[in-house]
């Protein structure tokens, strides 16, 4: 019973200070999974906010803010937490750096250190035992949306991101990750009391903004997020064949502005676009790029002509073979008998072309600065 309640004492504590762990945060993260009700309670409310749509109701300017939220802070997510703290696909200065991390703490998903490390060990160990939302391990809800309420997930893992941990002014937004949040909503509240004040045609107050702008947008952005976790390995096709089972999905990719291309992702952490080919959307990396135009981010990494070229091969080999299915099934009645060799024969012409002029081998290992690199090089792609 005491146990218990210094347990849930520790979980309230660790509401405002993240790295509070009396226990120590080795021995947490080496527990078994079990469910921390007392320190998800914040998630729940974060959940439970949107039901106060009931009594708020909705008008075209909060809706309308709740969506372009979603998106901005989407483009967060993926930009600013994956993109940059958990694989360094671009540089920037020290100042720029932290503004990154306050504009990440608005995404409520916890602190960019806690982040970072998650997501560089779901890399790491990615759809085995060890990884900590593999749908394939742990099931479908584990992977979206448990994993997260679990004790030893709470932690970061400092070893993880020792290129990003040398700065304190970071170290002290993922200790204290409910801050930006807090002001974060507050924030909307503030607008939304402001604009009734000043602005009533409008027809929104302080709780209905609140409830728009912040309690449904976040919880979207959070089930947009998570989607990534359980669906980019369950749905869609595998481009390249990776020791894990990550799809690439456009479905995904609209969603999470561009993070739906997770197989060429998993083949290659280090490039800035996720999306390797012109038609592959990825609304993230236009943003990057038009950011870089200003200076104020650089280095943006691209995608080694092996990678691309493994992948083109990967793709006309798919087709090929997929037309051949396509004979075998009807090959009395269908139209394409004829044409269907052909067709081979010129795709398989044209891989082959492909491939006298481009390097054999299928991967750039010198420029490929994987997450396990990264993990341990206490180096940051920044100008202190
Ligand atoms: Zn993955
Ligand atoms: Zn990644």
Redesign the pocket.
């Known amino acids: 019973m005491q146990k218990r309640l210094s347990h849930a004492l520790s979980a309230v504590i660790q509401w405002i200070d993240a790295d509070y762990a009396p226990a120590g945060a080795e021995t947490v993260r080496n527990e078994p999974d079990r469910v921390d009700w007392v320190r998800c309670i914040p998630f729940i409310i974060l959940h439970l906010g949107c039901l106060g749509v009931i009594w708020t109701g909705a008008s075209p300017f909060a809706v309308w803010t709740a969506v372009i939220l979603y998106f901005l802070r989407m483009a967060t997510v993926t930009g600013v937490y994956h993109r940059y703290f958990s694989h360094k696909t671009y540089s920037t200065s020290r100042p720029m750096q932290f503004f990154l991390a306050l504009c990440g703490g608005t995404t409520v998903q916890r602190g960019p250190l806690w982040w970072a490390y998650h997501h560089r060990h ?1 890399h790491q160990h ?1 759809d085995e035992e060890e990884d900590a939302h593999s749908p394939h391990v742990h099931g479908f809800w584990w992977s979206h949306i448990g994993w997260i309420t679990s004790r030893r997930n709470f932690p970061t893992d400092y070893t993880k991101v020792r290129d990003l941990d040398r700065y304190p002014e970071l170290v002290f937004l993922n200790r204290f990750d409910a801050i930006v949040p807090l002001l974060f909503a507050l924030s909307i509240f503030g607008l939304g009391a402001f604009l009734q004040a000043h602005a009533p045609g409008l027809h929104t107050s302080g709780w209905q903004m609140l409830v728009w702008g912040f309690f449904i947008s976040t919880t979207a952005l959070f089930h947009g997020t998570s989607c ?1 976790n359980s669906m ?2 369950l749905m869609g096709r595998r481009r390249y064949k990776t020791e ?1 089972d ?1 799809r690439n999905s456009f479905i995904l990719a609209i969603i999470t502005l561009g993070e739906g291309w ?1 197989n060429n992702h ?1 083949r290659y952490q280090s490039a800035t676009r996720n999306g390797f080919f012109w038609w592959e959307i990825d609304i993230t990396y236009y943003l990057l790029k038009g950011l870089s135009w200003t200076g104020l981010i650089w280095g943006l990494k691209s995608v080694p002509a092996s990678v691309l070229a493994e992948g083109a091969h990967s793709d006309h080999h798919d087709s090929v073979a997929a037309a051949s299915r396509a004979q075998h099934i009807h090959p009395e009645y269908s139209s394409l008998k004829r044409i269907v060799p052909a067709a081979a024969a010129i795709a398989v012409a044209t891989v082959n072309a492909a491939n006298a002029t481009l390097p054999q081998r299928a991967d750039g290992h010198k420029s490929h600065r994987d997450v396990t690199e990264l993990s341990q090089t206490p180096q940051g792609e920044i100008d202190p």
Do not use: L, M, T
């Open positions: 779901h990615s990534i980019a390995h894990d990550s997770h998993h």
